[in-house]
């Protein structure tokens, strides 16, 4: 994208926006209210976008993906969401990938990454929570011990979404026990996992009823054997590499919640004017146009932030500060723009022919994973302000 003109570049994402909208639209609110209902995964639609290669935006052109920048990877997953729509069945391929791409080997990506690019594999698991350790990640307790060619892994994983509809889960690991390292961001590792050969053989899938259709689970790992050839870069280095992905993750995560912010505002916006109480539409009283219009401005506010963040990455710039600030303030606004949708609706938003409820459950995700607005703050009280450090 580099060699192209700003104009060229902003006609680029209006065809992208319009493509990936032509797309969303073939799955209307009653695709994901039914698969809600069922608690299903969104198969036809996930295999659909990526068939059309928007899932692989930031896999390099060599390996088959299209090459394209966070700007647009988070247009994409904007758009699914403002179109009613759920990310979070598929985004993780977006930002998982990238510890393949940035860290493995030349052999692992030839071998994956066009793959994962034209959808015969998916990499939708990213396995790093744990039940007894939480936030804390460094604390966590799944270890791999190195026997041979092997690595015999044993331990246990919570809320890690979609492993059931996954190939291949990135699983962060102990290579190293905790007391045995000077840092305790040292001797943790990533580990490529093939999900469809682990079950059964050492990997056990218990999936989590969640309020929202979220397809996550608690794993139990025991004697799983995992190839050494599937160590992602150096063992023991894996704390560095997942936190460089995470950049990038909250950038589309602020981007996903910018889409559905947007949704709920118009859902709003229409309701208030349709809906006629006292002789009048119930948008026409200040009490119901300004929650609406001060989430709105809320979500544009975001939105630049979210631009600020994703043109930084692009560019090779740091950009922990604003990704982590475009995520927060995203979150914060789509849960502002929910409330107000939901109250706009009266009791019709709690209906669920109106999806609002849906969406409602879906965005209030985003306030606690994959970083909790505290744990945001924390970062921005000691890395940006200079605080000392809380915890
Ligand atoms: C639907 C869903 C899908 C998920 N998918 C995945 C996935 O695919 N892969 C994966 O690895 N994880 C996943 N997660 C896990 C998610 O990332 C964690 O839930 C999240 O990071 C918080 O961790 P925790 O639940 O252990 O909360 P805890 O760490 O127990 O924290 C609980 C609360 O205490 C607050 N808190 C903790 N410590 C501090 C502190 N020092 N200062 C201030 N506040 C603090 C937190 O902000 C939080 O609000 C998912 C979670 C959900 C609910």
């Known amino acids: 994208m580099s060699s192209i003109t700003l104009q060229e570049r902003t006609e680029f994402q209006e065809a992208l926006r319009k493509g990936v909208r032509a797309v969303c639209s073939k799955y209307p609110d009653s695709y994901w209210r039914e698969l809600e209902a069922k608690s299903a995964y969104p198969e036809e639609f996930v295999n659909d976008i990526t068939q059309c290669g928007y899932l692989s935006a930031l896999i390099p052109e060599e390996y088959g993906g299209s090459g ?92 890690i979404s979609r492993t059931q509809y996954s190939d291949l889960m990135l699983l962060l690991v102990r290579t190293t026990p905790l007391e045995q390292v000077t840092k305790k961001t040292e001797g943790l590792s990533v580990l490529l996992v093939n999900l469809k050969e682990a079950v059964g053989n050492g990997l056990t899938i218990k999936p989590i009823r969640t309020m929202m259709n979220h397809a996550t689970t608690e794993l139990f790992i025991e004697d799983l054997e995992v190839p ?21 993750e909250r950038i589309l995560i602020a981007a996903e919640c910018i889409g559905d912010g947007r949704w709920f505002i118009e859902r709003a916006t229409n309701y208030a004017k349709e809906r006629i109480v006292f002789n009048r539409p119930i948008g026409q009283n200040q009490g119901v146009q300004f929650p609406i219009a001060r989430a ?96």
């Open 228 to 248: 050494v050839e599937n160590l992602i870069g150096e063992e023991g280095k894996g704390f560095k590499y997942i936190l460089d992905g995470m950049n990038a």
């Open 68 to 159: 394209l920048g966070i700007v647009e990877a988070s247009i994409i997953l904007e758009e699914i969401n403002r179109s009613g729509g759920n990310s979070g069945a598929c985004h993780a391929q977006m930002y998982t990938m990238g510890t393949l791409l940035r860290h493995g080997n030349k052999e692992q990506k030839e071998k994956y990454l066009p793959k994962i690019a034209n959808g015969s594999l998916r990499l939708q698991a990213f396995g790093v929570t744990e039940p007894n350790t939480g936030t804390d990640t460094t604390k966590l307790k799944t270890f791999a011990e190195r026997k041979g060619d092997k690595y015999i892994v044993n331990g246990q994983k919570v809320f």
């Open 296 to 391: 709105h401005v809320n979500i544009e506010a975001a939105d630049l932030m979210r631009y600020r963040a994703a043109e930084l990455f692009d560019s090779g710039k740091k950009c922990g500060a604003e990704a982590n600030m475009a995520k927060l303030l995203a979150a914060d606004a789509s849960w502002e723009a929910a409330n107000a949708a939901l109250q706009t609706h009266g009791g019709f938003g709690f209906a669920e022919e109106y999806d609002i409820e849906r969406k409602f459950k879906e965005t209030r995700l985003y306030q606690v994973a994959p970083i909790s607005t505290n744990l945001i703050l924390s970062y921005v009280s000691e890395h940006v302000l200079g605080l000392p450090r809380s915890y």
